[in-house]
């Protein structure tokens, strides 16, 4: 483990010659529903091909800067102030708010952007680290820490993803959104490399990385999926937001889809993926 020198991922990405990993995580802490653990922690990756990396790189202020026109003052594309309308998208009516996800969707679906996820809850988390010796840490990440655990087998299967279905010369510049671990932070094993440039995984703020921004969307569609397969009652604006959204369900690799019979009558998810 080392730590790596001053890299320029920026200029890397633009290169065209590297992957963009853009990773954030989700959850839904205190939130208790049947089967869904309140301290369960995802963390979500949305992977871009080199010859895409540019024009995502160049849209997305774009995109942002349209919101301006809306009277939305230094936005960002956060997905969960969006659903609920807080912040500065309270500005905004829910017709408006949806168009967001909507514009978000036909981005996906139109880039096809491959998405991997890993969700560990305190339970899980056990049982797999029970199955192994593990080290104590990786880097600033804490094999005994749940939250930094499913962060490591992110970025394991999305180094296995590189290796197996991008080509044997295929890189990365792999980048995470702040958090607890502070915007600038890095850290390197030199292991992971060439698949990651330098070995590298650097954490950055979304509003200098706007591809993060993609990872924020796929995080909350991901978490939204869980929560309203297992909601009583569906609402109109949450089946609204299902048609919205169902489309890109492919673009999740190791995520489980199944098709809703009987839509739109339906009430739940759980009493027609039951019968």
């Known amino acids: 483990m080392n730590q790596p020198g001053e890299i320029n991922f920026a200029s890397k990405l633009r290169s065209g010659q590297h992957y963009g990993v853009f ?84 981005i996906f679906g139109q880039y096809r952007f491959p998405v991997l996820v890993q969700t560990f809850d305190p339970r899980n988390a056990a049982t797999v680290l029970g199955g192994a010796t593990w080290p104590d840490a990786l880097g600033p990440l804490k094999f005994s820490d749940h939250e930094d655990l499913a962060l490591i087998f992110a970025l ?33 094993v030199s292991g992971w490399a060439p698949t990651f440039v330098a070995g590298s995984v650097l954490y950055a703020n979304s509003r200098v990385v706007h591809p993060i921004q993609l990872a924020d969307f796929a995080a909350f569609v991901m978490n939204r999926w869980q929560l309203l397969r297992v909601k009583e009652r569906l609402t109109d604006v949450d089946k609204s937001l299902l048609e919205i959204i169902s489309p890109i369900a492919e673009n999740f690799l190791n995520l489980e889809s199944g098709r809703v019979r009987d839509w739109p009558q339906i009430s739940s998810l759980s009493e027609c993926m039951n019968r």
Request: hydrophobic fraction near 35%.
């Open 23 to 106: 990773i954030d995580d989700t959850g839904s802490p205190g939130l208790d529903r049947p089967g869904l653990s309140a301290d369960r922690k995802s963390w979500v990756a949305v992977i871009v091909p080199p010859h895409q990396i540019a024009e995502v790189m160049e849209e997305l202020p774009n995109a942002l800067s349209y919101l301006g026109t809306l009277g939305l003052s230094n936005p960002e594309f956060h997905f969960a102030e969006i659903w609920n309308g807080t912040g500065e998208y309270s500005k905004l009516n829910l017709s408006q708010r949806l168009g967001i996800f909507g514009f978000m969707a036909d």
């Open 156 to 188: 394991l299967r999305t180094r296995i993803y590189l290796k197996t279905q991008c080509g044997p010369h295929a890189s990365a510049c792999v980048i995470v959104d702040e958090g607890r671990i502070r915007s600038g932070t890095s850290f390197s």
